[in-house]
């Protein structure tokens, strides 16, 4: 697993480990805190080809996750030079090592409806031309391009899940849900200038983990790409009242109009994602908004409970 002390890393190198699998987490920052039993923690760079080489021979690694990236709109805008050097030199790195090493038999590359561009129909399907806009979703198609390369010049077992706003306990950004719960549970009221007419695929974290181990134990697959999420999308006022609903006293202050995904930068136009190849996999997300809202909430309180 690259990025393995993410979001999405640490969840999944702990399932992956229930499962019984000895697990890897390779990561340029290794949690202190709360090791996971059966997953070794390794501090490196993605970029590092030959320190990956080394470890792919040396733990005869089978299957990898790769998650390891700089994250989001915001990240990419800010630091753009960063971000094309760790997701795109960095996946090439990796592509390289596996392809030296040999022995891998599937490599499950987490990519982003950021690729989409401005989607160009709801449900948007894995088949719909990619334009992205953003320089995150450029670089993150950059990658699935590299990977159809690499695997059609040099047998990389590689497959793109490409997930859409994923939530839930310890999303590590200013994305929405986050801060409105944030605010709901410090009894704060929320302000979000624009972003009212926005539509996203919003995907609880365990259906997210659920669908990436599905892709990643799969057969034989007949798609380079499969969507993970949940296959609807739901507007940013409904998930305004959802929350409201769930936390009696929170307000928001919301304007119309896309949403900014940082100063200045509008969010493409978005909307569901098509989740019928996922479906064949035997993937069913299995968390209402409600649900998933209600866990993530849970997850923010408990430091605070525990702090009384
Ligand atoms: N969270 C989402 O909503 C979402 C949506 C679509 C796609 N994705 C993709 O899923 C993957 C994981 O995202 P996340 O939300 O867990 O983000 P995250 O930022 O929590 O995790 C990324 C991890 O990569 C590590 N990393 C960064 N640069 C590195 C480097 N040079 N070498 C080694 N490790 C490095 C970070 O330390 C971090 O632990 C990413 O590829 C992201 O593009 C996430």
Known sequence: MTGGAGFLGRPLVRALAERGKRVLSLDRRVP?????????????????????ERLLREHAVDEIVHAAAIVGV?????????TVRVNIDGSVALFEAVTRAGGVRRLVDLSSEE????????PVAEDT????????????????????????QHELPYVAARLCWVYGPGFPRLRLP???LEDALAGRPSRLAAGGDHHIDLTYLDDVVDGILLVLRAGHLE????????????????????????????????????????????AARKGALDITRARTLGYAPRFTLAEGLARTAAGLDAPARQAV
């Open 178 to 180: 986050q801060p409105w």
């Open 115 to 122: 690729v989409y561009g401005h989607f160009a129909a709801d």
């Open 32 to 52: 202190e805190a709360d090791p996971i039993p059966g997953v070794t923690g390794i501090e490196g760079d993605v970029t590092d080809s030959g320190g990956i």
């Open 74 to 82: 915001t990240a990419s805008v800010a630091g753009l030079a960063d």
């Open 129 to 152: 031309p990619a334009l992205p806009v953003s320089p995150y979703g450029i670089t993150k198609y950059a990658v699935e391009r590299l990977g159809g390369y690499y695997a059609d």
């Open 223 to 266: 798609h380079r790409a499969y969507n993970v999420a949940t296959g609807s999308a739901v507007g940013i006022r409904d998930l305004a009242a959802e929350i409201a609903r769930q936390h009696p006293g929170w307000s928001v202050d919301l304007g119309d109009g896309p949403i900014e995904m940082a100063p200045g930068v509008a």
